[in-house]
């Protein structure tokens, strides 16, 4: 068992910033690729980044890139996600997920064993 706590979500006007933090405890953490979902109301989850497992390769969803940066710390059993130039499209509650499962498509929710609660992502314009 794997157990995933976010934090960092919260309220910030168009072109700020946020850094999520996932923390993760139970089995070897450097055993799992991990990545970051959302879901904004009335949407289905969609994958945001991942990053596999000793962060030497990294995904990104198109309408992220050049603007998040996940990353993650396995001393510290933790990943990252750093959102900047925020638009009101990146509403949304975001989740971070494991998974140990070997070639498999990471962008799929359905090859992830483990999800964090969620928390809250609004930009305002």
């Known amino acids: 068992q794997v157990q995933l706590v976010e934090s960092g979500g919260g309220l910030v006007q168009a072109g700020g910033s946020l850094r999520l933090s996932c923390a993760a405890s139970?089995?070897?953490?450097?055993?799992?690729?991990l990545g970051w979902f959302r879901q904004a109301p009335g949407k289905e989850r969609e994958f945001v980044a991942g990053i596999n497992r000793n962060g030497g390769s990294t995904l990104y969803t198109d309408s992220v890139k050049g603007r998040f940066t996940i990353s993650r710390d396995n001393a510290k059993n933790a990943v990252y996600l750093q959102m900047s130039s925020l638009n009101p499209e990146d509403t949304a509650v975001y989740y971070c997920?494991?998974?140990?499962?070997?070639?498999?498509?990471?962008?799929?929710?359905?090859?992830?064993?483990?999800w964090g609660q969620g928390t809250q992502v609004t930009v305002s314009s």
């Open positions: 139970g089995r070897t953490f450097s055993n799992y690729y």
């Open positions: 997920a494991a998974t140990s499962r070997n070639s498999v498509t990471v962008t799929r929710a359905t090859v992830y064993d483990y």
